[in-house]
C-alpha cells in the first residue's frame, strides 16, 4: 500500500503549577486520546510549576526504549507510552515530540500531561486495512529541554523509542453462489416492501464483522440489505422498496452489493463489490387471492345506473341513461335481453315485493315509471309514467305503492306514491337516501348514504302515510356507512361497513347488533366496504362485492390497473358469517388500451348455482358494460 505522511512535530512548555495540558484535546478519565484525523502537524503548550532541591539534577525517563505494536483489523488503534518526569526546576522545561522519519503507520502524535510528575507520549496507528500487510520502524523522540531553543536538554533527553508496527492486513473474501434474486410484491400490500434472501459466502472473516451497501447504478438504493445467519450459513437479506408507484408485471434492476470491512465501505473484502441482478414480479394480489374467473361474459353498449333481481322471473332488470334512457331486462336461464324505452334520465330501479314480482318501478326526477314484465313475452311488457313529488335517489315498491326517497342533504320524509291513483303521502322520516323493503311487506328500513354513522330507521307502511315505528338504539357505535340488504328470511340486515343487524318485530330486539362480516384489510387504508350482496336461495352462502377503492368514484382504468383500486368477490358463510373465499378483479388491456369491468351488482340466480356480477366498463371511449356468470359447481 503506497501511503505518503507528513512529519509530525509537537513541541510542550512545562512550567509545572498550572493545570494546563496539550492544546489539542488532551486525553479524558478513561485514558481515550483525540481521534485519529488530527492534524499531523500540531503545537501545542502547557505551563506548569514543579520545585527542585538544589543540587538535584532534572530528568525524564521511560519504562523501555522500544514497543511493538500489532494491528490487525479495520479499526485504527492507540498506544500510550509512560513518561516519568523528575527534579524539574522551577523555570521549567520546555518539551517536543516527534518522528525520526517519515510518518508511515503512524497517524497521529500527541504528549499528554498527567501529572506534575508524569504524561504519556499518545501514538495512534492506522488500520490494518489502511497498512496492509507490512512492517513499519520508526522512532519517537521527546526532547525534553531547559531553555525553548532546546540546546540545554535534561537528563535524558532526547528520549529515543524504537517502534515496530507490525500490520497482518485485513484477509476475506466474498462470494454469491447466485446473484440473481426473485422479490415478489402485489398492489394490494403496496406499502410493504419486496425482499429476497441470498446465499453469501465468506473466507477468512467473520460475517457479522462485514459491512453491507447497495447501490443501484450509479446511486444508493432506496432498497436496503443486511447479513442474517441460518442453519445453513449466512444469508444476504435485501428489502427492495415500495410496490407503491412499480407497473404490474415482470421487472428486471441490477445493483452494485459492496461487501466491506468499514461502515463506510472505503476497504473492500476480496471479490467485492458484487453485480446483481433482481427480477421483481409485481401482481394485483398476493397468490393467497385468486382472480375471479367468469364462466361467461356478455359486453352491452350501454351504461347501468342500477339493478336488481326478479325471484319471480329469474331476470335481472337494469336501469341505464346511456346511450339511451331505457330499461333492459336479462333473462338469466337463456341469457337473452330485451330493451324497453324510458322518457326521462333514471336514477334508481326495484322490483316490487322485495323481489317476488313482475313489477317493476324506476325513479326519476319527479317521476316514477312503473312496468310491468309480461313473464311469457318479456318483449309486449307496459309501462305508464307516476308523478312524484321529490328527485328520486332510490326507491322500493310493492304492488300497489312506490316508496322513494331523495338524497339524504334534502331532509325530505319518505314518499309514498299510489300506484293505481298516483297520489302522494309524505311521512315523518327525514334525512334517509337508502330503502330497502322487508320481505314481509309491512316495513321498510332505511338508513343514509354515508354521510353520518347513525344507523337505521323502521317506517311501517301498513299504515298511510308510512310512519316511524323505530329508530336505531345506537348511536353511531356500528357505523352503517350507506346502503344496505335485507336478508331472504328477513331476520337480518346487512350493511355496508361490513356491520349487521336483527331485524324483529319485537322493538327491543330489532335493530340490534348482530356481528360483523369482516372483508379484506387495504394495507393502511382500512377494509373494503360492501358494494353489493346477495343470499344463496340454496345454500349457506353469501355472496359480497368487497370494494377497496381508495379514491372513490374518481377511479378510472389507469387506476384500477396501477392498483389503486381494489374490488373482490367475498364468499361467506350465512350462518357465522366466516369466509370461505375471496376473489380479485383485474383490469384488462387490449391493443394498449387499459379498461376494467367494474362490478358493481351482485346476484344470484333461482338455483344459486351461478353468480352474476354487472358492472360498468370503465375506460371505455363509448357507454359499455358487462354481465359475467360465475358457476358455483
Known sequence: MDLQWKTLYLASFLILNGCGGSSGQSPDNTGNTPPAGSSTETETETETELGSAVGEIPSVTTLSDSIEITVEDSDEKTVNIPVTFSN????????????????????????????????????????????????????????????????????????KIATKIISHGLAGSVSMPNTTFLASGNYLESFSRPSAIGKIEFTDVSWDSVHLSLKESEYYSSSYVWLGDTSEGPVVNVDFGYVDGKELGRHVQKYTLSACFDYDCTWHLEGSPLEIEVIYEITMFPDSIEEVEADTRIENDYNIVDAEYSDKLDVVVIASSEPDNALYVYDLADKTEHKIPLNVTPTSVSVANAGNSNKVAVGHDAYVTWVELKEDALSQSSSKMLTATTDIFDLTATEDAVYAVSDNYSWEGLHRIDVMDNSTTVSNSSGQSRIKLHPGLKSVYLTDNGSSSYGLEKVDITSVPPSVSADSPYYGDYPVCGDLWISNKGDRIYTACGNTFRSSDDISVDMTYSGRISTTQIDDYGVARIQSLAESPSSNEIVLIEDGAMYGDSCNAEYYLSGRCFYFLGLYTKDYMNNVERLGFTGNEVEGVSYYDKPEFVFYDESGEDIVVIGNIIGSETPKSAIRTISRN
Open 88 to 159: 524539574l526546576p522551577d523555570t521549567g522545561v520546555h518539551t517536543s515530540v516527534k518522528l525520526s522519519n517519515s510518518a508511515k503507520a503512524i497517524s497521529y502524535l500527541d504528549f499528554q500531561k498527567l501529572s506534575d510528575t508524569e504524561g504519556r507520549v499518545a501514538v495512534n496507528v492506522m488500520s490494518a486495512a489502511q497498512l496492509g500487510k507490512e512492517t513499519f520502524t520508526n522512532e519517537i523522540i521527546l526532547s525534553a529541554c531547559l531553555d525553548e531553543a532546546c540546546e540545554k536538554h535534561i537528563d535524558g533527553s532526547p528520549l
